[in-house]
């Protein structure tokens, strides 16, 4: 059913672009930055409210931070589109069992934190700002967070920074548009136009937003962990990752798709983080 909404709305958008390109591409944008927020259940919310909660600013928006105190090293939780720090749930208990200073933030456009508009640039800022407030040692990134984490890495070159975690990350935002033009049908004057319209406001090309390329500047160890059989994010983005990031290792799992929610995953981690 969604596949067929989706081409609903990719026709009707590449109608409009019969008209005008500008505002058919302009459409099409905004309809890929702008995530469904997910409703938090009340055991949800009672999680959170046991950690210590604060937002700061980032570029005028509000980003809501949670932290769980321990002695250990800091680790910065950054979760995937449409998500929430609550899909951290089962690794914060964990990591504070371990006695770890845990802290995870909600996106732009998501959970508690302000802003209507996402993409992985932005978040790669908000990123930066909690990294460097709370001086982050680790930074664990699912899907687009993967991506954010090393957009901000490779930018910043925080010093506190020792090791990274991407979990499921897209290696590249020319196949990120490319699976999204495919979902919705889009025709060739809408994807020229959206390539023009994010070398207008992100002064670069879409190729120039490689991750996997980026990494290729990150000293600090990093971990790699994707399902084979992803559904939304190719296993090849992983490979395409190994490639450049040196100073990785990269662990393939199967049967855990893209959310890569299980303990066998958790343990990865752990066992990285601790050594």
Known sequence: MKQVIAKIIGAIINFISLFSSRAAANLAMRLFSSPKRTRLKESEKDFLETAFIEDIKCNDITIMTYRWLGKRDTILLAHGWESSSVRWKDLILKLKALDFNVIALDAPAHGRSGGKLFNAVIYS???????????????????????????????????????????????????????????????????????????????????????????????????????????????????????????????????????????????????????
């Open 125 to 275: 800022e908000c990123i930066n700002a909690v990294a460097k407030k709370f001086k982050a040692n680790i930074v664990i990134g699912h899907s687009v967070g993967g991506m954010a984490t090393t957009f901000f890495q490779h930018k910043y070159q925080l010093p506190t920074i020792q090791k990274l975690v991407l979990l499921g990350a897209p290696s590249n935002f020319v196949d990120v548009f490319g699976r999204y033009v495919n979902m919705m049908g889009y025709n060739s004057r809408i994807s020229k136009t959206m390539d023009i319209i994010v070398h207008e406001r992100f002064n670069n090309k879409p190729e120039h937003f490689n991750a996997a390329k980026f990494s290729e500047t990150i000293t600090a160890q990093g971990l790699l962990i994707h399902d084979k059989y992803d559904a939304i994010i190719p296993y090849s983005d992983a490979e395409d990752f190994k490639n450049f990031y040196k100073n990785s290792k990269l662990i393939t799992t199967e049967g855990f798709g893209h959310g890569l929610k299980s303990d066998t995953v958790d343990a990865h981690i752990l066992d990285f983080i601790s050594h």
